[in-house]
């Protein structure tokens, strides 16, 4: 169809299915401000479109031009809805991909501003071990420059046979505003056999660590609860459950992890949207024989906590079973649902918002703000000005409108040394702590006893002669950092991700900090019996 056919009927079917506007249209003619009606609308569509064909200098097909106008007008709706025509989706692939045919790479990504930006890396994988960071733009596959629509499209294009790599560049923004581009060759993996609680442990004779990665999965839940039955066994009094970096998953697996530590009936979440059958009430749904546990808990999350990991931390919040640590989560809570279209195409629409037991939105404002500043927003400072709140269980003003708001806000990290940078991105880490734990490996002892020492002086010496034979200096003030970097390398090498996470568990500054907030979480729990 030509454009000028296209605008003709267009046009057309305008008047055709829009007369009835025209009595509404001459109704509001009296008044000296007329609202613009949908007939209007579509009247300048096919103007437009036709002004296009006649003067514009280059050939431009009419598809291009109507494809644009629908996925401006989904990602006019928010920023999360998307559309997948027919034309772009390579429907075998996808299919293959959703029958587990093929496999994934374990990152995940979300669109900013029209470019891929990496959100998190699957924990347990070899990914994970390749210095990708939160904030890194994908721009470029195998060699070739990125051409990405949606998060859906990009995850089939880069999928592949089990074990086989992609290879990936990414630019990243450094702290210091530089800017450098990293190709890593990233293994194609599913998670699955991966429990979503890589490290469970104490910190003191009393004080509980857990770490959850994500919700996805059918056994966080049940994962969760093994590792808090060891630690009880073991003198465990408090919990801090670290949900950090923890991006969602099945709302679920969310209410039964909520169930751990909630009486049986409550409210976990609620959600609505235009439709009747999206309402939903979520709560904790538990065996009679069973109760909840009732030690203090801390719950540590950051910009990273996500989706579900965000209305675990509400519904806690809300019912002052825990005092939230940390950063302002996310703010991303909405219920989406595919919609095919006739051609094969798919729309991801959002259908529904998702609220906290008090009533208070996660989501974080979308409306009258760019794609980009939505996105930039996520990882900046908001204090409680202007955000919807409402009263917990004990008469405390919680605040949502933006994520979760913790009632103990953490110093921000300090930047990044440069140099600590470079180490990163030329992977040197993983370069060296597997030669040192081959030669050192009798001289670890067991994961308990490295994770509470300090390495030796001449493992740091060996390592500066690595580093500095690659061009990287590290300065004689750079030890403490430097041992924290090697220790949590040297326990991947030598016990995985389980000793990864505890070694990062017992020297994060942040988890220090966190601790100090079992005082208050001591005095919900009075408020609540």
């Known amino acids: ?29 009296a008044s000296p401000i007329r609202k613009r009606t949908t007939y209007d609308d579509l009247q300048l569509f096919g103007q437009v479109l036709n002004q296009i064909r006649v003067n514009h200098p280059d050939s431009i097909d009419s598809h291009d031009l109507f494809l644009a106008a629908v996925e401006g007008m989904v990602h006019a709706a928010d920023p999360h809805s998307y559309v997948v025509p027919a034309v772009r989706l390579n429907g075998a692939k996808a299919e293959a991909l959703d029958k587990g045919k093929l496999y994934p790479v374990p990152i995940s990504f979300t669109f900013v501003g029209g470019a891929p930006v990496v959100v998190s890396v699957s924990p347990g994988t070899e990914a994970n071990q390749l210095g990708i960071l939160p904030g890194d733009e994908l721009v470029a ?80 839940a049940d994962d969760l609860h093994a590792a808090l039955d060891r630690l009880e066994k073991r003198g465990m009094r408090r919990l801090l459950l670290d949900l950090r970096d923890n991006g969602g998953g099945s709302v679920a697996e969310a209410a039964a992890v909520a169930g751990e530590f909630l009486p049986r009936g409550s409210i976990v979440y609620t959600a609505d949207g235009r439709k009747p059958e999206i309402t939903d009430t979520g709560r904790v749904k538990r065996s009679f024989w069973r109760s909840e546990r009732r030690y203090p808990i801390v719950v540590l999350v950051n910009a990273g906590t996500a989706s579900a990991s965000e209305l675990v931390a509400g519904a806690l919040q809300d019912d002052d079973r825990a005092l939230i640590a940390g950063h302002p989560t996310f703010g991303k809570s909405l219920l989406m649902r595919a919609f095919p279209m006739r051609d094969g195409s798919v729309l991801m629409l959002v259908v529904g918002h998702v609220r906290t037991p008090c009533g208070r939105v996660v989501q974080r404002q979308y409306r009258s703000v760019t794609r980009r500043e939505y996105y930039r927003l996520a990882r900046a400072e908001r204090d409680t000005v202007g955000r919807p709140s409402c009263r917990t269980v004990g008469g405390r003003t919680v605040y949502g409108g933006g994520g979760i708001y913790p009632d103990l806000v953490l110093d921000d990290r300090p930047p990044t040394p440069r140099w600590a940078s470079g180490i990163a ?105």
Do not use: N
């Open 425 to 529: 991105e030329q992977q040197m880490l993983l370069a060296w702590s597997g030669s040192y734990v081959d030669s050192h490996a009798a001289a670890l002892g067991d994961l308990g006893a490295f994770s509470t020492h300090e390495l030796p002086a001449p493992a740091l010496a060996d390592f500066r002669a690595f580093a500095e034979k690659q061009g990287v200096v590290v300065p004689a003030d750079g030890d403490a950092l430097l041992r924290d970097m090697l220790a949590a390398s040297i326990a991947y090498a030598r016990w995985g991700s389980a000793g990864e996470y505890e070694v990062i568990a017992r020297r994060d500054p942040a988890v220090q900090e966190a601790a100090k907030g079992f005082t208050r979480a001591v005095s919900l729990i009075a408020w609540t019996k």
């Open 141 to 220: 596959v195998e060699g070739r420059p990125m051409v990405g629509h949606s998060v859906f499209e990009l995850d089939v294009e880069l999928s592949g046979e089990k074990k086989s790599t992609a290879r990936l560049t990414f630019e990243r923004l450094r702290d210091d505003g530089t800017t450098v581009r990293l190709e890593r060759a990233v293994k194609r993996e599913r998670v699955e056999g991966e429990t979503a609680v890589p490290v469970a442990t104490l910190l003191d004779s009393l004080t509980g660590y857990v770490r959850v990665t994500t919700f996805m999965g059918k056994r966080v």
């Open 1 to 29: 169809m030509t454009i000028r056919a296209a605008a003709l009927a267009l046009a057309a079917a305008s008047v055709c299915a829009l007369a009835p506007l025209r009595a509404q249209e001459a109704a509001e003619s």
